[in-house]
């Protein structure tokens, strides 16, 4: 999964931006709410809600909101229905993109998000377009000094890590979306903090992007995707190299 560690230092950036406006919180409100909905309030029976829950403990949603939120999938307090949408299109350079949403108004996501891929070069496309090149994993973010692969290796390995990536003081864990709940465990046991974690889609392969303007087109085509309030996750294939990403930032 080469690449994969330099789009996810971008995220990791972007994600520090998104706590101070408050939409990781939100985001990770309306899993819960729609994940309680779903498979009700108990997390031990109910894994999603478990996984949205441990995902958004990661970054330290507080449990009164995580309670609110059960509360108000579960009717004991007045909720709002979301409904999930995916998105597939491309980008461009012909990037893959895939768009998680939850929303209460389907006309409203739909028309901004096909503006959003308009305005940067990108084209939507029809459900199974891209979704092919992607495969559901378990994924955990470990930074500072915990983040060194063979320490890690030892720790996730057994619980059914598949591969971990190591590079400048980040270190990211994938596994199969069954091993979810065994790696957090075995993190937590071990006393490590994960900075990021839940079920995402990784690409198969990536694409490589040396144009400058290809690359400033692609990136705020995510950026703007991710800055939507009704888009809960953005996964795209690309790989920028560090000499032309250096030039963007």
């Not at 597939?88 to 209460?104: I, K, N, S």
């Not at 030892?154 to 400048?168: C, T, W």
């Amino acid at each position: 999964m080469s690449g994969h560690s330099k789009w996810a230092n971008i995220k990791h950036k972007k994600a520090a931006t998104d706590k101070k406006k408050g939409k990781v919180f939100t985001r990770f409100t309306k899993e819960i709410i729609i994940s309680a909905k779903r498979g009700g309030g108990d997390p031990e029976s109910n894994s999603r809600l478990r996984h949205a829950i441990t995902a958004a403990r990661a970054v330290n949603m507080p449990n009164s909101n995580i309670e609110r939120a059960i509360k108000k999938a579960t009717g004991e307090q007045d909720s709002v229905n979301y409904e999930e949408l995916n998105y597939e299109g491309y980008g461009a350079g012909g990037v893959a993109v895939l768009v998680e949403c939850l929303t209460d108004n389907r006309n409203r996501t739909a028309g901004e998000i096909r503006s959003i891929f308009d305005k940067t070069n990108g084209n939507l496309a029809g459900t199974g377009a891209v979704s092919w090149m992607f495969k559901k994993k378990s994924h955990f973010a470990v930074t500072g000094e915990n983040a060194n692969e063979e320490k890690l290796l030892e720790i996730v390995i057994d619980p059914g890590a598949e591969n971990i990536e190591a590079e400048d003081g980040a270190a990211e864990i994938y596994g199969p979306p069954e091993a979810f709940e065994a790696i957090s465990k075995a993190l937590e046991k071990a006393g490590i903090k994960a900075e990021e974690s839940g079920i995402i889609q990784v690409p198969d392969n990536y694409t490589d992007i040396k144009d400058i303007s290809v690359a400033r087109q692609v990136l705020s085509l995510v950026e703007k995707l991710e800055e939507s309030d009704d888009v809960q996750a953005v996964y795209a294939n690309f790989n920028i190299p560090p000499e032309i990403l250096e030039q963007i930032q």
